[in-house]
């Protein structure tokens, strides 16, 4: 390290300093997970700070997340000496567009006061247009086109730019006329939606060059993180902007591409290399995140995808005190859930803080299981980047109907599924009713069970009402009568809360009704829906917390860029991760995304690093015997360890015949059930180990060490 450079440059190997001072012209920077992209890139900003050659209003840096922008702008703070005053232009692509429009909006027909709508309204207003066409929006659905509007943007094509067959797909050809029709009422209304945010600048440089050339002149430096995850849209963005200054670095990876379900185009990549010519391309091989068990094992895994550009890492020689990776079995998520509790306590114990261990889910609801045990161990929790999971609109919406059938008189909750899904009672007889119920101090059903007697209401909301009372009348009535997972169940099926989600299109609804396969699967713990509402009602007053020293809970998808100590991986199985949708769409692609989550999630550890998976999962109340993820078959037997107490007992077959022989032998621990959870878990792990995971190929049962054959039936051990 040369003497006297400056102290963000001192730590730098050759590839991140040549990264950071070349400065001048393009620069691709192409490199694995941990090897410091991010690192680069902050450094880069400090570097031309320090060197004067652009003050923070010249640099233009893109990042992932609002998040990872707070935490670049601080980071930049700590190596330049806190000198710098504010970097107006780091941020997410949305949030510099919004910036961008709001200082030239009437050059795309807005006002500068423009509202950004979400994803309600979008779907709200796209049903107006369609119903004013006279179409029948349930044959055409406003959900699916907002969803056709939305790819379209993510492609930066306005109305008359998709192709003919795409207009030709929905609603009888008119799909163009409607997009046209969706855009001019957004001026109407000032307004635009998320695509637009990219595209009205887009537009507006397209045809405004004297505004575009502005930039040119503005941005002397451009910067951006995650490129794999680019759409197309933002990638003409930035290329309008880039060939002012032609000083742009991107940083990315491209076995870390995991958006491509939005939009996102790894092929930017490639595109990078052509339409910057002279691109200084670098690489980064060195890792400074994971010990070599950890890289060994995504490396390893990330080898089967066939979809690369290849690159090799590496990091300090393995230290004989790093732990393997650990893969661990479970009976059932529930015990997952209790031993990872275990674990982290145990973890919590030898020092560690919660804050440097996290779990990553590749689903939401599996955060449910947790953060129930969580709050039973008292143990602090963080759920990043999103609700947490009894705080989710469907478990909210769900919770609310549980409540008003227990305790019929919570109005508030009431209130909240009165008319959701929509049944036509609109505010103004809520309204009535709430002033019928104030008026004689009674509760909001028993005032909706007068009303619908009388003539007060109109003919309309009072038969729509009348449903509602009779509804909730006759759920009551089950209370004693009816199991309350099965009541739950009716309800939801019932009140038409359940459809309502089937039928929307959105690209979370299919997360939704697993979030509420999952509440109505929780409910099994508990003995009545009163004790399981408490427990909520407990679990929902737990103290949430940015200072406090929590683990944290995310979702694989939102811990892109992110480090830990300790990171737990649960729930290894087919059909949750690669996930079933990934499955069901045959081909490579899917299955290709899935693997690079896996990777992301992996390479997230520093230390340690736990996967499990469960020989059970409940779904619907319904026992379902798993099969181990694919996923597991691809690690490396040299830094792996399968965790594994207890004796040894009769391996038998592989992936096919593993559930049927599960449930045809008798249960060995059939008398072990008195023994403590805790040591049940235990020996249920090593049954399962050896039994699911490790018996699946000859090659993978000697790699870990379980001389058991393929044969199908297990011939014990070798
Ligand atoms: P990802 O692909 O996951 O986003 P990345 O390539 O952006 O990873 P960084 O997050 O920048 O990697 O760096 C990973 C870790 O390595 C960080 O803790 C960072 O501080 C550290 N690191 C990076 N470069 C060096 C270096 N030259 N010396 C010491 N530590 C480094
Ligand atoms: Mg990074």
Redo the contacts with the bound molecule.
Sequence with gaps: QARGAPPYLA???PE?RLAVETTEGPVLVL?G???????VLTSRIAHILSLGKAWPSQILAVTFTNKAAREMKERIGVLVGGAVEGMPWLGTFHSIGVKLLRRHAELVGLKSDFTILDTDDVVRLIKQIIQAEGLDDKRWPAKQFALMIDGWKNKGLGPSEIPEGDARAFANGKGRELYTAYQNRLKTLNACDFGDLLCHPIRMFRAYPDVLKEYHAKFRYILVDEYQDTNTAQYMWLRLIAQGSKNVCCVG?DD?SIYGWRGAEVDNILRFEKDFPGAVVIRLERN??STAHILGTASFLISHNEGRLGKTLFTDAANPEDAKVNVHAAWDSEEEARAVGEEIEQAQRRGHNLNDMAILVRASFQMREFEDRFVTLGLNYRVVGGPRFYERLEIRDALAYFRVVAQGADDLALERIINTPKRGLGEAAIRQVHDYARARDISMLDAATDLIETEELKPKPRSALREVVENFRRWQSQIESTPHTELAEKILDESGYTAMWQADRSAEAPGRLENLKELIRSMEEYESLRSFLEHVALVMDAEQNENLDAVNIMTLHSAK?L?FETVFLPGWEEGLFPHQRSLDEGGRSGLEEERRLAYVGL?RAKKNLHIWFVSNRRIHGLWQSTIPSRFLEELPEAHVEVVSTGDSYGGYGGRGGYGQSRFDRADPFENSYSTPGWQRAQQHRSDATRNNWGSRSGARVERIGYGETDSGHGAGRG
């Excluded at 997970?33 to 690192?39: I, V, Y």
């Design positions: 730590g730098l190997n991140q490199a997970a941990g090897t410091g992209k991010t690192r990876d870390q400074y995140r860029g480090e390479t």
